[in-house]
């Protein structure tokens, strides 16, 4: 099948009263920082609270009698399997999802209760890949028909209806669009649409930088497994991506930039505390971006908050990764004399005045001289810390810093 223009708009025929015309928002704390006009497109308010259910609705619509009867299966890290439930209810066939372990309990549930009944959840392995590999597995072995979660024309044209109605709503093309990307199936049919009906307009995809597989694809001239692959980003954390998105991500080659998951946190944390927006990481993939890509001043930009499936337990882990990346949060090994007041002068003559102690860990050991303690210190000012170190080099007290890339890092964050 070949995935263009009219593909698209054909899958937004399809759409058309099921999906939600999600609203486009300007926002003004992302258009002051950049100079340019940034919009935000609401994905993140389908009834799914993803896109996904555009390309999982705009696949399974089309599946003749004989195949509705023989059911769906699919793989998922969450979203594309609510998108998929949803579907199933609306159309009344049989779905058997599987998603990794590392899918959050809040999408689990909304899972179960978007299928209404029809499906059933299967939990395997530990990131999407695995999943994946048990989905194709059991599809081999029944008739039911699988549903990928990105490479597939039905799919990628679904997704892509993002891109035209994005275009119908304004009343003309963005100057540029910011898309998340994971396997790739939302930028492949956002590409496809523009490049036939608004080639003007820049594609910018914004991947993790934990979990880079396109950009891993592109510099390998063909879909890699990743070794390594940090999955916070689970909406987006993709260790390899299909071969009909690489080659259209290819082919057309749109900007591209890896993002920290640190600067995805941030952003995250500005969303909801600034525009009461809950968004999951990949969901606030693309306008952390923007951290990055410098749109052109004056210039009209959207950028896709692709999904609001978030658990509210991660959020102390997002605070943490934020302050982290933004240098504010620092971890040291000090060594304390075991003698009274020891503490005590560290916050007098080492501390700054606006530094706080958000960690202490110290076990007090007999018959030694000095006792290590973990502190962890946040900074109010990310630019303060070589005065800091400075005054720890200055005193008597023996210290190491916590580097990032230590295993010790990883256990604390």
């Known amino acids: 099948m070949k995935i263009d223009a009219a593909a698209v708009e054909a899958a937004a025929r399809r759409l058309d009263g099921v999906v939600t015309r999600t609203p486009l928002h300007l926002n003004e704390r992302l258009s002051q920082a950049t100079g340019a006009y940034i919009w935000l497109k609401r994905e993140d308010l389908q009834p799914v609270r993803s896109y996904k259910i555009r390309g999982a609705y705009n696949l399974i619509s089309q599946l003749s009698p004989a195949q509705r009867e023989a059911g769906v299966i699919c793989a998922s890290a969450g979203n594309h399997a609510q998108g998929v439930a949803f579907a199933c209810a609306r159309l009344g066939i049989r779905g058997r999802i599987f998603v990794p372990s590392t899918t959050p309990r809040q999408k689990r549930q909304r899972i179960i209760a978007l299928g209404e ?41 679904g997704q892509g209806t993002v891109a035209a109605e994005i275009v119908d709503q304004f009343g003309y093309a963005p100057d540029a669009l910011i898309v998340p ?86 952003e995250m944390l500005a969303l909801y505390q600034t525009e009461g927006i809950v968004s999951e990481p990949a969901g606030a993939l693309a306008a952390a971006a923007l951290g990055q890509y410098q749109p052109e001043p004056g210039s009209t930009v959207v950028v896709i908050i692709s999904g609001g499936n978030n658990d509210i337990s ?57 006792g290590p303690a973990l502190v962890g210190i946040e900074l109010g000012d990310p630019s303060s810390l070589g005065d800091l170190v400075a ?9 190491e810093f916590v580097s990032s890339d230590s295993p010790f890092y990883r256990f604390l964050i």
């Open 117 to 157: 009944g029809l499906i059933e959840l299967v939990v395997t392995g530990d990131t999407y890949d695995e999943a994946a590999s048990a989905a194709e597995a059991a599809a081999a072995a029944s008739e039911a028909i699988l549903v990928p979660a990105f490479d597939h024309p039905d799919t990628i044209a």
């Open 181 to 266: 990307v994971g396997g790739g199936g939302m930028i492949s049919g956002c590409l496809a649409w523009l490049s036939e009906r608004h080639p003007e307009t820049t594609v910018v995809g914004a991947e993790p930088a934990e979990a880079a597989s396109m950009t891993a694809a592109l510099a390998a001239g063909g879909p890699v497994r990743l070794d390594r692959m940090d999955t916070f980003v689970d909406g987006a954390a993709v260790r390899r991506v299909g071969e009909i998105t690489h080659r259209m991500v290819a082919e057309f080659a749109p900007e591209l930039y890896s993002i920290p998951t640190g600067r995805i946190c941030s």
């Open 314 to 370: 991660r959020y102390s882990e997002i605070i943490e990764r934020s302050l982290v990346f933004e240098g504010r949060k620092h971890y040291f090994l000090v060594n304390f004399p075991q003698e009274p007041g020891a503490l005590r002068r560290f916050l007098d003559e080492v501390l700054g005045p606006d530094d706080d102690i958000t960690h202490f860990e110290y076990v007090k050991r007999s018959n030694r001289e000095t």
């Open 391 to 399: 005054r720890l080099d200055a005193s008597p007290i023996t210290f």
